[in-house]
T-cell receptor, first 117, second 110 residues
Framework: GAVVSQHPSWVICKSGTSVKIECRSL??????MFWYRQFPKQSLMLMAT?????????EQGVEKDKFLINHASLTLSTLTVTSAHPEDSSFYIC?????????????FGPGTRLTVL | DAKTTQPTSMDCAEGRAANLPCNHS???????VYWYRQIHSQGPQYIIH???NNETNEMASLIITEDRKSSTLILPHATLRDTAVYYC???????????FGTGTRLTIIP
């Protein structure tokens, strides 16, 4: 149980285009979903926290107008990278939080590798 | 959440126990110790977590010192598939955020 999927697993796009990444909790309803970004040889950096039906909370330094997050249901969150540029090329990872009678557990998706040409 | 300190890298022979240390000297009473690992180009995988007592599951054991200022993750019989970056994270109960440090790059050697 507690499986999180992401789609697509990789995407290559031209500079200036927008890219949408989906994150789904397959067998549970997530109270909260998170979006991370990871550059090569670096650690994961939290970009934003997303709750179903409300606006996402962005971490300092993350442009909310560039990284649009929609959390329409308890099992789906989407991240849209608008007007992508080569510096947005990165590994984007989502996670979903599950309340399981103790500390909140967080389960991660497999990641989406974005390459902007 | 308390900050953690881990060695940058470690090697371990296949079949031996891998012991990964983590220092969290500023941990407070209601903060848990979590361990995740990330195999290359994949999302992080939950391993184990604990508060005070030692914990064991099918993947690993977590040993937390009595003063809770440090802990050790033990992979009892390391295999080549255990090669990954291991992250020790301290998180407050009820705080959903996970703050990843640089972790320990564990390499299992045949």
């Amino acid at each position: 149980g507690a499986v999180v999927s992401q789609h697509p697993s990789w995407v290559i796009c031209k500079s200036g285009t927008s890219v949408k990444i989906e994150c789904r909790s397959l067998d549970f309803q997530a109270t909260t979903m998170f979006w991370y970004r990871q550059f090569p040889k670096q650690s994961l950096m939290l970009m934003a926290t997303s709750n179903e039906g409300s606006k996402a909370t962005y971490e300092q330094g993350v442009e909310k107008d560039k990284f649009l997050i929609n959390h329409a249901s308890l099992t789906l969150s989407t991240l849209t990278v608008t007007s992508a540029h080569p510096e947005d090329s990165s590994f984007y990872i989502c996670s979903a939080s599950l309340l399981a009678g103790g500390p909140l557990e967080q389960f991660f998706g497999p990641g989406t590798r974005l390459t902007v040409l | 959440d308390a900050k953690t300190t881990q060695p940058t890298s470690m090697d371990c022979a296949e079949g031996r126990a891998a012991n990964l240390p983590c220092n969290h000297s500023t941990i407070s009473g209601n903060e848990y110790v979590y361990w995740y690992r990330q195999i290359h180009s994949q999302g992080p995988q939950y391993i184990i977590h604990g508060l005070k007592n030692n914990e064991t599951n099918e993947m690993a054991s977590l040993i937390i010192t009595e003063d809770r200022k440090s802990s050790t993750l033990i992979l009892p019989h390391a295999t080549l598939r255990d090669t990954a970056v291991y992250y020790c994270i301290v998180r407050n109960f009820g705080n959903e955020k996970l703050t990843f440090g640089t972790g320990t790059r564990l390499t299992i050697i045949p």
